[in-house]
């Protein structure tokens, strides 16, 4: 069954620093995977998303994601978070063969301190 | 990249009553929308999925007859809860994916909306 866990329920750094935020996933075939941001009471956004070929995804806002197979993981990252980084961040999983039915991370909580 | 629209964005509601949400795609076609529930602190958990001209496709545990879905053309769903209680009180998001059923592009996602029942 496919499923998407988020080891990180909620992380705090500091403005400037670097940022890494991890999703491992659970799939049977080649994954379709996205990275969402949520502000509060606010929809969601995509900031990247992996379907194939290069490993290493290029984002908005500054951010990267790099796909490993071998681990199963889909870490995404910013060499230098900024205030406005403050959300809620949920790593998905699209399932080709259920009609483009994603499934959720539980979501990591971003704070970031002056 | 693609525009869904969700309204209302937030409702107040009495126990008892029913509360309509809407979903458009605004500059495409979606045979398919997909609804979801989020509780505070949580991630999303799809309760629905909407099918164009055709019955939703409901997720275990989730009541049909409360969460009523229709999909009447290529660019609206809605979803209407009934007789609302306080424990139907969440923040509920669309999603839509353009393109044909397969060819997974992503989704876009409505802003949700928020609602309360008192």
């Known amino acids: 069954a496919q499923s998407v866990t988020q080891p990180d329920i909620h992380i705090t750094v500091s403005e400037g620093a670097s940022l890494e935020l991890r999703c491992n996933y659970s799939y049977g075939a080649t994954p379709y995977l996205f990275w969402y941001v949520q502000s509060p009471g606010q929809g969601l956004q995509l900031l990247l998303k992996y379907f194939s070929g290069d490993t290493l995804v290029q984002g908005i806002k500054g951010f990267e994601a790099e796909f490993k197979r071998s681990q199963s993981s889909f870490n995404l990252r910013k060499p230098s978070v900024h205030w406005s980084d403050a959300a809620e961040y949920f790593c998905a999983v699209g399932a080709l063969n259920t009609g483009n039915q994603f499934y959720f991370g539980t979501g990591t909580s971003l704070t970031v301190i002056p | 990249g693609a525009v869904v629209s969700q309204h209302p964005s937030w409702v107040i509601c009495k126990s008892g009553t029913s509360v309509k949400i809407e979903c458009r795609s605004l500059d495409f076609q979606a045979t398919t929308m997909f609804w979801y529930r989020q509780f505070p602190k949580q991630s999303l958990m799809l309760m629905a999925t909407?099918?164009?001209?055709?019955?939703?496709?409901?997720e275990q545990g989730v009541e049909k007859d409360k969460f009523l879905i229709n999909h009447a053309s290529l660019t609206l769903s809605t979803l209407t809860v009934t007789s609302a209680h306080p424990e139907d009180s969440s923040f509920y998001i669309c999603?839509?994916?353009?393109?044909?059923?397969?060819?997974?592009?992503?989704?876009?996602f409505g802003q949700g909306t928020r609602l309360t029942v008192v």
């Open positions: 999603s839509a994916p353009p393109g044909r059923q397969g060819a997974i592009t992503e989704a876009f």
């Open positions: 909407s099918n164009e001209g055709s019955k939703a496709t409901y």
